[in-house]
T-cell receptor, first 109, second 111 residues
Framework: GQNIDQPTEMTATEGAIVQINCTYQ??????LFWYQQHAGEAPTFLSY????GLEEKGRFSSFLSRSKGYSYLLLKELQMKDSASYLC??????????FGKGTRLSVIA | DADVTQTPRNRITKTGKRIMLECSQT?????MYWYRQDPGLGLRLIYY???????NKGEISDGYSVSRQAQAKFSLSLESAIPNQTALYFC??????????FGPGTRLTVL
């Protein structure tokens, strides 16, 4: 089976940087996804990592270490609109994505 | 126009009623999924389909059934709704790269 862990909640200040961690245990790893979900809305795709290292996309970056079963999502220059849940999801074999329970981020002034 | 649509967006029903939630997509994807989301439990997979002739149970399929009427349509049925099926339901699609794209969700309340 698969196990995905991420913190339940985080709080950060507007303008700051926050790092949301995700650890996973799986076999047949293919890649790792990050999604953003605002309350009551659908999850939306943020990033995909298949190789080790950092992928940067504007204010958001995602890092993967396959040997450690570890990823993080880095959000820079936080804005109030970044308050949302962030879901880590792992793709293995030929099965659907398995999602973590999500990290609810609150950005405060 | 939205690529993945779900109907209805909200539904209130009574225990024992049969309910159908519908999902349509214009992304041309072969793969479609149904999830439910409950506070604190994250997204849980109910059923998925990798093509029109393929149906697979997910983590929590009991009490649910699905039909893949066409490449673009995947419906979820609750044969006899019960209160603990009150949740937010999402349909999603993916292509070969496995990035999933979600519909707007259906909020279902079973009284």
């Amino acid at each position: 089976g698969q196990n995905i862990d991420q913190p339940t909640e985080m709080t950060a200040t507007e303008g700051a940087i926050v790092q949301i961690n995700c650890t996973y245990q799986t076999s047949g790893f293919n890649g790792l996804f990050w999604y953003q979900q605002h309350a009551g809305e659908a999850p939306t795709f943020l990033s995909y990592n298949v190789l080790d290292g950092l992928e940067e996309k504007g204010r958001f970056s995602s890092f993967l270490s396959r040997s450690k079963g570890y990823s993080y999502l880095l959000l820079k220059e936080l804005q109030m609109k970044d308050s949302a849940s962030y879901l880590c999801a792992v793709h293995s074999g030929n099965t659907p994505l398995v999602f973590g329970k999500g990290t609810r981020l609150s950005v405060i002034a | 126009d939205a690529d993945v649509t779900q109907t209805p967006r909200n539904r209130i029903t009574k225990t024992g009623k049969r309910i159908m939630l519908e999902c349509s997509q214009t992304k041309g994807h072969d793969r479609m999924y149904w999830y439910r989301q409950d506070p604190g439990l994250g997204l849980r997979l109910i059923y998925y389909s990798f093509d029109v002739k393929d149906i697979n149970k997910g983590e929590i399929s009991d009490g649910y059934s699905v039909s893949r009427q066409a490449q673009a349509k995947f419906s979820l049925s609750l044969e006899s709704a019960i209160p603990n099926q009150t949740a937010l339901y999402f349909c999603a699609t993916s292509g070969r790269l496995n990035t999933q794209y979600f519909g707007p969700g259906t909020r279902l309340t079973v009284l």
